[in-house]
């Protein structure tokens, strides 16, 4: 005996014979009305009228049609069923709070990760910011100290072409004396063959 996934027995393994399941309800071969998955009675439609008296056609012998209701679900099974679907529902929910803890665990460890990560991120920036703080730094130190000697140089050139300067000038200084000595020395020395040519004459 099969057992259909509603709760019922499925008419595709029931339909050899004139009672059971069809369209979602049980007809239990004798009678007008069929029976629903909680055993209430319903008058049964035109459409479930034609099937089920085509399947009473069939059988040959007519004294022998009775109420049957072997292929109805028994309460055994039905609670069997009933605790097969707790224990399924159980598990899905096992599953279901396993994953949100996994879920929720896994974001726990992300998001550790996560600020570990952005922490070595913030120092790995701020040590390449300091890096490249230093080097502007010692490159405007080394420029400053090539300013330092570059003007030290020019101060250095300034004396020494004032040195020379100053020594050209004494040079010429005492040459222009030794000139001026030296032709006051030339008078003196016309003026006195003057008077002494004088002083002969006399």
């Given amino acids: 005996m099969s057992v259909g996934s509603a709760g019922y027995y499925d008419d595709r393994y029931y339909n050899d014979g004139y009672y059971g399941w069809y369209d979602d309800f049980y007809y239990p071969g004798t009678g007008y009305f069929?029976?629903?998955?909680?055993r209430r009675r319903h008058r049964w439609n035109a459409r479930q009228q034609r099937y089920w008296l085509a399947r009473r056609a069939q059988i040959r012998d007519q004294r022998s049609l009775r109420a049957n209701w072997d292929r109805w679900e028994r309460r055994a099974e039905r609670r069997a069923d009933r605790r097969e679907r707790y224990r399924d529902q159980r598990r899905a929910e096992r599953r279901r709070d396993y994953r949100q803890e996994r879920r929720a665990e896994r974001r726990r460890e992300y998001?550790?990760?996560q600020r570990a990560e952005r922490r070595r991120e913030i120092r790995r920036e701020r040590r390449q910011?300091?890096?490249?703080?230093?080097?502007?730094?010692?490159?405007?130190?080394?420029?400053?100290?090539a300013r330092q000697e570059a003007r030290q140089r020019v101060r250095q050139q300034q004396r020494q072409q004032a040195r020379q300067q100053a020594r050209q000038r004494a040079g010429q200084e005492a040459r222009r004396d030794r000139r001026q000595g030296a032709r006051r020395v030339q008078r003196r020395d016309r003026g006195e063959r003057r008077r002494n040519r004088r002083r002969d004459d006399d």
């Avoid at 069929?34 to 909680?38: E, G, H, Q, S």
């Avoid at 910011?129 to 100290?145: K, N, T």
């Fill in 34 to 38: 069929v029976y629903d998955r909680d």
């Fill in 129 to 145: 910011e300091a890096r490249r703080d230093y080097r502007q730094q010692q490159l405007a130190e080394r420029r400053r100290e």
């Fill in 111 to 113: 998001r550790p990760k």
